[in-house]
């Protein structure tokens, strides 16, 4: 038996936004905020914390520059998401 550790620990939604933003593309905080159902207080702190630890990047949005997108840093994350979540139970070798 392995217990899996996280690299870093990250708010709880940062796993839906990780996920949304795989499948879904870069996206502005307002797309993600009438995607998902975060309040805009969480949102705002998840993708804070998301980017002090490079999880996610801005790139600029060229129509409203107000509005950055956020995309996964594909650098960091690479193909396995779930190394940055805690798992309290074993996981089997």
């Not at 709880?12 to 805009?40: C, R, W």
């Not at 801005?58 to 997108?69: E, G, L």
């Amino acid at each position: 038996m392995l217990k899996i550790t996280p690299l870093f620990k990250l708010p709880v939604n940062a796993k839906t936004i990780m996920s949304y933003l795989d499948f879904n593309g870069p996206k502005t905080q307002k797309e993600l905020f009438n995607e998902l159902d975060f309040t805009h207080r969480v949102l705002r702190y998840t993708l804070r914390r998301m980017l002090e630890r490079c999880v996610i990047c801005k790139k600029a949005n060229f129509a409203d520059m107000r509005s950055p997108y956020y995309y996964l840093n594909l650098d960091v994350v690479g193909d396995n998401l779930h190394i940055f979540f805690i798992y309290e139970g074993l996981a089997e070798v």
